[in-house]
């Protein structure tokens, strides 16, 4: 665990402002491309670290905060939009439509405007959970491990789900090799 969540579990709070600002950025991302509403977002996000310090002494010796965090958030985002009288018959994965932003995939100008409308053809053909699983792994660089604490899927299904959603867009796009170049960015 690291020292801030130590900190934080002995009621620091200036530790509790040090994670704040650490994920804030990566969360405010995540949950946006959720619920698409950034009023929503950011009330989720005050609300996550409201429960954060609420819920301190339970934390137990957690490796790796982020994938927990992210989770938590998802939760907060999924509730807050049950909440809404038009989502409240909805199911989790009618709620979660994952905004991925077809620059995340654009590696500066490199792209002419053809191979940019392939990709954002190919990237349109994912499903929820395929766009959901591509954006945690590939813009917020969690791990497959981590990405099914997040998501409550089982880790063979997420690396299922990834690898079929990479098949899709090699199908789709001819010059496969900028998104591996893309891919390549992100693992460093």
């Not at 990405?147 to 496969?176: E, G």
Request: net charge positive; hydrophobic share 40%.
């Amino acid at each position: 665990m690291d020292s801030n969540w130590e900190e934080l579990k002995a009621g620091n709070k200036q530790a509790l402002v040090k994670i704040y600002k650490e994920y804030y950025e990566e969360l405010f991302n995540y949950g946006f491309r959720i619920c698409k509403r950034e009023e929503l977002t950011r009330d989720c996000i005050q609300d996550l670290f409201i429960k954060i310090w609420l819920k301190r002494s339970k934390f137990s010796n957690i490796e790796n905060p982020k994938p927990y965090v992210f989770r938590i958030l998802r939760n907060t985002i999924l509730d807050g939009l049950r909440k809404r009288p038009e989502h409240s018959e909805l199911s989790t994965m009618e709620l979660i439509d994952p905004m991925l932003s077809k620059q995340d995939f654009i590696i500066s100008n490199e792209l002419t405007s053809g191979m940019r409308a392939k990709l954002n053809l190919a990237l349109d053909t994912l499903t929820k959970r395929q766009k959901e699983i591509i954006f945690l792994k590939f813009y917020n660089g969690l791990t497959y491990e981590e990405i099914s604490i997040v998501t409550s899927i089982k880790y063979q299904s997420v690396r299922n789900l990834s690898s079929s959603a990479l098949i899709k867009l090699k199908k789709n796009m001819i010059p496969i090799a900028l998104l591996v170049s893309h891919i390549l960015v992100f693992d460093m």
